[in-house]
């Protein structure tokens, strides 16, 4: 095992690695722009189906049921079934893996609205707001923290999904990993794998700091009864 990791550090401390067509920094661009792609189309159709169903309380329950069955989906099979209809290439990754993000992002939306403060809807409503006037200033910035979490679940999942666009011609640090293999340089593999790792770690640090700043602070040090009714009254 020291020998893999030898060549693990080695493959990684070289500058060529990092370079060219093919190199680490070329692959890591593919890497994060098909992450981008897939978490935004999952959150286009994920966001505005759990703003609304948690609202409204009318059948949210069974459409995250649905949502949920697609993890018991094999994401290598859904790659699969993409390419044999959209040819190889970076599309088909992007939408398997956009599939794959869209259950925690519509989870996490669906039970952040749900779980707002009575009071701070009846409070709303007392002011005269009108449905729509609801859930944006007072059901929407309440359910932020929820839904920074399933973004940010979703993310880390998919640069991890997004590996497998190596098998399909898509690219991305996968492709470290699965020439490695094929080559029997076990060293690069681990250090595909390595790269991965980082990025997992990194992003989910850089989205927590990220939501973390984005939540105003009397909603991050307040419960959800008190922030729920506060944040009605200030709307």
């Known amino acids: ?13 070289d500058p060529l690695s990092w370079t060219g067509p093919s190199g ?11 992450t981008l792609v897939a978490v935004l189309l999952a ?33 290598l099979a859904l790659l699969f079934v993409f390419t044999a209809g959209l040819g190889l290439g970076q599309l088909p990754t992007i939408l398997a ?27 709303g409503l007392g002011m005269g707001m009108s449905s729509l006037r609801l859930l944006t200033a007072v059901e929407l910035p309440l359910a932020m923290p929820l839904i920074g979490a399933g973004l940010r679940t979703a993310v880390v999942q998919v640069v991890a999904t997004v590996s497998l666009a190596s098998l399909v ?24 794998a390595l790269l991965v790792v980082v990025l997992c770690l990194g992003l989910e640090w850089g989205l927590a700091l990220l939501q973390r700043g984005l939540t105003p602070s009397p909603v991050r040090a307040a419960g959800p009864s008190v922030r729920g009714t506060r944040q009605a009254t200030d709307a």
């Open 169 to 192: 011609g898509g690219g991305g640090l996968g492709l470290i990993i699965a020439n490695g293999i094929a080559t029997q340089r076990f060293g690069n593999a681990l250090a595909g």
């Open 97 to 123: 893996v956009a599939i794959f993000a869209v259950p925690p992002i519509l989870s996490n939306t669906y039970t952040g609205v749900q779980v707002v403060s009575p009071a701070a809807r009846e409070a």
């Open 24 to 34: 680490i920094l070329d692959l890591l661009g593919d890497h994060l722009w098909m």
């Open 1 to 13: 095992m020291s020998g893999v990791l030898g060549d693990a550090f080695r493959y990684l401390n």
């Open 43 to 75: 959150a286009v159709v994920a966001l505005p189906v759990g703003l609304w169903l948690g609202h409204t309380g009318r059948h949210g329950s069974v459409v995250v049921a649905v949502a949920n069955l697609t993890r018991a989906i094999p994401t």
